[in-house]
């Protein structure tokens, strides 16, 4: 993990997670404490946290897009936590209309790049694992925000109209090279800095273009994304979400 090269308030409008710098946010000791959180497989072969998704209205992204892959980072040790948050989920779950805004750039990166496939680290984030997050940050109230989204808030993540994702490219079996890996914070990651990063030889154009494929087939189709990390797409503002869908518990 990098050092941050901006203020960390500049990054809170992305994952709404937690982000480190150079010190680990948790300890060892709160790491063990957190655990990842435990589900029960029903008879319906869903996760009891899978059947609570659902019921709130939430659908399984690779049931609802054909041959879209997912990779739930936080569903591994591979992020920045170095812990697994999700336990037993491993789908990915999105509001219905974001899955199908999300069903339509697969469509149109297909049709342009037959190889290439969407993949998915993180959809919807339930509320529950965000307090947990919040509950075991080692840091003051006044604190928690520069790192975790206050769950009494709520991110976009956490209404299920935010999407993580890459291209990865099923003829070769590996991801595009975008330049960074996912959950890097620091300028070669940010789209908003990509001339001068390509200027500094920090990224070359190779890097661009890929990231320019995935934007163009997100955006087309209706979502935005943000100027620090070339993964994250909103499908809606927060106040569109707002108004619209209830925060997944």
Same mark, same amino acid.
């Given at each position: 993990?990098?050092?941050?090269?901006?203020?960390?308030?500049?990054?809170?409008?992305?994952?709404?997670?937690?982000?480190?710098?150079?010190?680990?946010?948790?300890?060892?000791?709160?790491?063990?404490?957190?655990?990842?959180?435990?589900?029960?497989?029903?008879?319906?072969?869903?996760?009891?946290?899978?059947?609570?998704?659902?019921?709130?209205?939430?659908?399984?992204?690779?049931?609802?897009?054909?041959?879209?892959?997912?990779?739930?980072?936080? #569903?591994?040790?591979?992020?920045?936590?170095?812990?697994?948050?999700?336990?037993?989920?491993?789908?990915?779950?999105?509001?219905?209309?974001?899955?199908?805004?999300?069903?339509?750039?697969?469509?149109?990166?297909? #049709?342009?790049?037959?190889?290439?496939?969407?993949?998915?680290?993180?959809?919807?984030?339930?509320?529950?694992?965000?307090?947990?997050?919040?509950?075991?940050?080692?840091?003051?109230?006044?604190?928690?925000?520069?790192?975790?989204?206050?769950?009494?808030?709520?991110?976009?993540?956490?209404?299920?109209?935010?999407?993580?994702?890459?291209?990865?490219?099923?003829?070769?079996?590996?991801?595009?090279?975008?330049?960074?890996?996912?959950?890097?914070?620091?300028?070669?990651?940010?789209?908003?800095?990509?001339?001068?990063?390509?200027?500094?030889?920090?990224?070359?154009?190779?890097?661009?273009?890929?990231?320019?494929?995935?934007?163009?087939?997100?955006?087309?189709?209706?979502?935005?994304?943000?100027?620090?990390?070339?993964?994250?797409?909103?499908?809606?503002?927060?106040?569109?979400?707002?108004?619209?869908?209830?925060?997944?518990?």
């Amino acid at each position: 993990m990098s050092r941050f090269y901006i203020p960390l308030f500049l990054l809170l409008a992305a994952c709404g997670t937690a982000r480190k710098s150079d010190q680990e946010v948790f300890s060892e000791q709160q790491r063990e404490e957190l655990g990842p959180v435990k589900d029960i497989e029903l008879e319906s072969g869903k996760t009891e946290l899978e059947e609570k998704l659902v019921a709130q209205g939430l659908v399984n992204v690779e049931e609802a897009i054909s041959g879209i892959k997912v990779e739930l980072r936080y #569903s591994t040790t591979d992020n920045f936590f170095g812990q697994d948050v999700y336990g037993d989920l491993t789908k990915a779950y999105l509001q219905p209309q974001v899955a199908e805004r999300l069903k339509n750039a697969q469509q149109m990166l297909k #049709s342009q790049f037959p190889d290439y496939t969407l993949l998915v680290y993180d959809g919807v984030r339930p509320l529950s694992v965000q307090q947990i997050l919040w509950d075991n940050l080692d840091k003051p109230d006044s604190l928690k925000p520069l790192y975790v989204a206050d769950p009494k808030k709520g991110s976009l993540h956490n209404f299920g109209v935010a999407v993580d994702l890459t291209i990865f490219d099923l003829k070769v079996d590996s991801t595009l090279d975008m330049g960074t890996h996912y959950d890097y914070f620091g300028y070669p990651a940010y789209p908003d800095r990509e001339k001068q990063m390509l200027d500094e030889g920090k990224i070359t154009k190779v890097q661009v273009a890929n990231r320019e494929i995935l934007r163009k087939v997100m955006m087309a189709n209706g979502f935005t994304g943000i100027g620090s990390e070339w993964w994250h797409f909103n499908a809606f503002s927060r106040k569109e979400a707002g108004e619209k869908f209830e925060i997944i518990k």
